[in-house]
């Protein structure tokens, strides 16, 4: 038995809730075109090939491609709902567009289920939730996602965003079920274990990990002219590429297995629109590092391990009310 259809035959549970998920999350940004053109054949397929190996966990977003991610996911999953696990977002619609009232979470919730084709999710998160504030956050936002668990619209709820500081107080202060976090746990960064998942285990709250590849850092493309981290963090990413070429690995693929090896997150999400991403992510979890390249790593990573890019200001802004 491989190693990622053990993690297959036993999804993790997220949080004290009754959801289960799959370790390996199919993340569905990319449907909504936010990086290259859509295959929509080629996406039937990945959607088809991932079911088949047991990866159950969707995830969109209207902010994905201005709803276009739900309504494509809706339709490749058309007759699928009973197979699937389903999660959505709700608070952010563009890239400067965020309303986190009652009222347009309920309108946004509404929606998302007709693009998805379905009554209810399984996961409902305000999403980026450091681009609102504290006050609203907690006073109106999570009350009305609750409101929504209540009515059966949603299985479990949560918030997504950056700023650990920010998730940590949202945990402290409401009773959500859920938190989705990125950029803080992967081969550079395991910030998530010291300033999260303590919190997270206290009170059984579900953890999701995104970005495993490091928003493009640890890819053969390398990271977008618009990546936010330090330059010293970027000429790290180059050189663990050189590293895993020189040695015959792909670095994506062992970025992947590391993040899936985390037993206190319930699951990793990847974006996939082709049935060949699929497979190679199906791949890399079922691979293991040897011990020579996980030092080889270490290395390299160590001096900027954790070097990240916590917008002070963003936090500021979000207590300020």
């Avoid at 990847?270 to 080889?296: F, K, S, Y």
């Amino acid at each position: 038995m491989s190693t990622f259809t053990s993690l297959l035959q036993a999804p993790r549970r997220l949080g004290r809730t009754e959801v289960r998920v799959s370790a390996l999350g199919f993340g569905g940004a990319p449907l909504g075109g936010l990086y290259e053109p859509l295959e929509m054949d080629a996406a039937g397929r990945a959607v088809a090939l991932a079911l088949e190996l047991g990866i159950h966990f969707f995830d969109t977003s209207p902010y994905y491609g201005d709803g276009l991610s739900e309504t494509r996911l809706g339709e490749l999953l058309a007759g699928r709902r009973p197979q699937v696990v389903l999660q959505t977002k709700c608070g952010r619609y563009g890239r400067d567009e965020f309303d986190f009232s009652a009222a347009r979470l309920r309108a946004s919730c509404e929606l998302s289920l007709r693009r998805l084709r379905t009554d209810y999710v399984d996961v409902l998160l305000a999403h980026d939730i450091e681009f609102g504030r504290q006050e609203q956050i907690l006073g109106e936002t999570l009350p009305a996602l609750i409101r929504l668990r209540e009515e059966g619209k949603a299985r479990a709820i949560g918030v997504s965003g950056y700023p650990l500081e920010v998730l940590s107080e949202v945990i402290e202060s409401s009773e959500i079920d859920v938190v989705l976090s990125y950029c803080h746990f992967n081969l550079m960064i395991s910030q998530l274990d010291a300033q999260l998942l303590p919190l997270a285990r206290e009170r059984q709250i579900g953890l999701l990990n995104a970005s495993p590849l490091h928003m493009g850092v640890l890819t053969r493309l390398g990271p977008p002219a618009w990546h936010p981290a330090p330059p010293a963090v970027l000429a790290a990413g180059q050189r663990l590429l050189e590293l895993a070429e020189s040695r015959g690995f792909d670095l994506p693929m062992l970025a992947l297995r590391h993040c899936l090896d985390h037993e206190g997150i319930a699951s990793t999400l990847v974006g996939m629109t082709r049935p060949e991403q699929v497979a190679a992510n199906v791949a890399a979890a079922g691979m293991a590092i040897p011990p020579e390249i996980r030092a080889e790593i270490d290395a390299i990573v160590d001096p900027v391990r954790n070097l990240t890019w916590e917008p002070e200001d963003q936090v500021a802004r979000w207590r300020q009310g």
